[in-house]
Each structure stands twice: as structure tokens, then as C-alpha cells.
């Protein structure tokens, strides 16, 4: 069981200038560790980083270590070992197929073996889509909020090293927030995955994570390891993100 991950040297930069510098980070598994910080900080560079979507020849060598193995990002994405959840709903599902279909495409590994029986993930995600019902029922008639509840039980299915949520909750409904952040809270934080929240709820935040980073002009602003969440209000969070006083 990975106890923490250690990345060093993740450095992007676009035609020359730097848009994400981070020579440490360490994060453990187990914990929520939300990644927040004023638009255009470097968040979402920092998640895509992470999940191997930058191009090599804008980006600094990284390292990611685990345990005694270390990887590039390209060999992390190429092994499966993370799994990167967008804000957007339907570019997390496939919308053509049934939730059925949608389930089983995430229980087969890179080698066609199978995680779990469809009988025991259908056990597994069934309690938490109430709304969409039976296995036939096709991903497209899904409102976005349960497109997004699916995309999250997808993510268990993969059982990822490393999950990357970029802002997964920012386009829902209050409800359907909860319903989202609960299963991170709940489940996939128990499963001893590495997770890593992009968000600018504070309030969500401050309830469902475990920990908190924060990225000012592509830099981490309190060094290379998360800060616990116990004790910190949303007025510091507010100063430590935008500058500016809550109330």
C-alpha cells in the first residue's frame, strides 16, 4: 500500500515563460489534500502536470516516487497509476454508451484482466446512482450532476494511485456537490488513494478535505507539503488564497 508520493522537479513552461514551478511535493495517501489558489495561479497546470498531459518538450523532467520506484509523468499515465477527473461531465463518461457499458470499460486493466466482477462493482455503484437506474439506461438521458456521480464510481472502478479532480464539483448543484465530495470523503479516501482536489469552494472544501495546498503564480506558497485543514477557518483561507478578509 503506497503510503505517500513524492514528486520533484515539476516545471512547466510555454514558449519561455514559466507557468509552474515546483521542485517538491510530497503527498500522502489516505487524505483529501484540496489544491486552491486565485484563477490563472497554476492549478489546473499543476493537475495536468501530474496526469502526464503536457507535453514533455514545455516541461522540466519530473520524477514521481513511490516506495522505492520512481516514474516519469509519461510512464505514470502510460501504467494507468493516475486518473484525472475534468469539470466538464461528459468528458468523463462516455455518453453513447449505458452505465453498464461505462462500468465495465473501467473494470479491465491495460492487460484485459479484470479488477472486480461486474456483479460486485454493480454492488459497489448502485447505492450512490439511485437516479439512474437500471444498467441499460444510457449516460446521455443523465442530467450533468449524475454524469459526474458516474465519472466519480468510475474512478473506484480504476482503483487509480493517484486521483486528479479539476474542479469536478464547480458546475453542480448543491446536492449533486455533496453527492460528489461524499464519495471522495467516504470511499476512495478509505481505499488509501492519493488525492489531489482542485477547487474554489472554500466552504466545500473546509468540510470534505483533509488537507490543503495553495498555488500563487505557479509556485506552492507554504513549501512541498499539504497543511492540515483542522483548525483552519475560511477567513485564513481566504487571505492565504485571494488576499482579502472574509466579511
Known amino acids: 500500500m503506497v503510503e505517500a508520493l513524492e514528486i520533484r522537479n ?33 492549478k489546473t497546470t499543476l493537475v495536468r502536470a501530474l496526469a502526464g498531459e503536457i507535453d514533455d518538450g514545455d516541461s522540466m523532467a519530473t520524477t514521481i516516487t513511490m516506495g522505492k520506484l520512481s ?24 455518453t453513447n454508451l449505458t452505465v453498464a457499458e461505462n462500468l465495465k470499460l473501467a473494470l479491465y486493466r491495460r492487460d484485459n484482466s479484470v479488477r472486480v466482477s461486474v456483479d460486485q462493482a ?6 450512490h446512482l439511485p437516479a439512474l437506474g437500471q444498467d441499460h439506461t444510457l449516460v446521455r438521458d443523465a442530467s ?3 454524469k459526474q456521480g458516474l465519472a466519480m464510481l ?6 487509480p494511485t493517484m486521483l486528479l479532480l479539476d474542479e469536478h464539483t464547480a458546475s453542480l448543484d448543491e446536492k449533486n456537490k455533496v453527492h460528489c465530495a461524499s464519495i471522495v470523503r467516504d470511499n476512495l479516501r478509505s481505499a488509501r488513494r492519493v488525492i489531489l482536489w482542485v477547487t474554489q469552494d472554500l466552504q466545500l472544501a473546509r468540510e ?4 490543503f495546498i ?10 512541498g507539503a499539504p497543511v492540515s485543514m483542522d ?7 481566504l487571505a492565504l488564497c485571494f488576499g482579502v478578509n472574509d466579511g
Not at 454493480?122 to 447505492?127: D, G, Q, T, V
Open 122 to 127: 454493480r454492488s459497489m455503484w448502485k447505492p
Open 208 to 211: 470534505y478535505a483533509d488537507d
Open 214 to 223: 495553495v498555488v500563487k503564480a505557479g509556485r506552492l506558497l507554504l513549501g
Open 154 to 159: 468510475l474512478a473506484m472502478a480504476r482503483a
Open 71 to 94: 516514474y516519469s509523468t509519461a510512464q505514470w499515465r502510460q501504467l494507468g497509476l493516475v486518473y484525472h477527473v475534468l469539470q466538464a461531465p461528459h468528458r468523463n463518461v462516455f
Open 231 to 237: 483548525g483552519t477557518s475560511i477567513d485564513r483561507l
Open 144 to 146: 450533468g450532476g449524475e
Open 10 to 42: 515539476l516545471r512547466v513552461s510555454v514558449k519561455g515563460k514559466r507557468l509552474l514551478d515546483v521542485p517538491t511535493l510530497t503527498i500522502p495517501a489516505g487524505r483529501v489534500v484540496c489544491v486552491l489558489g486565485p484563477n490563472g495561479a497554476g
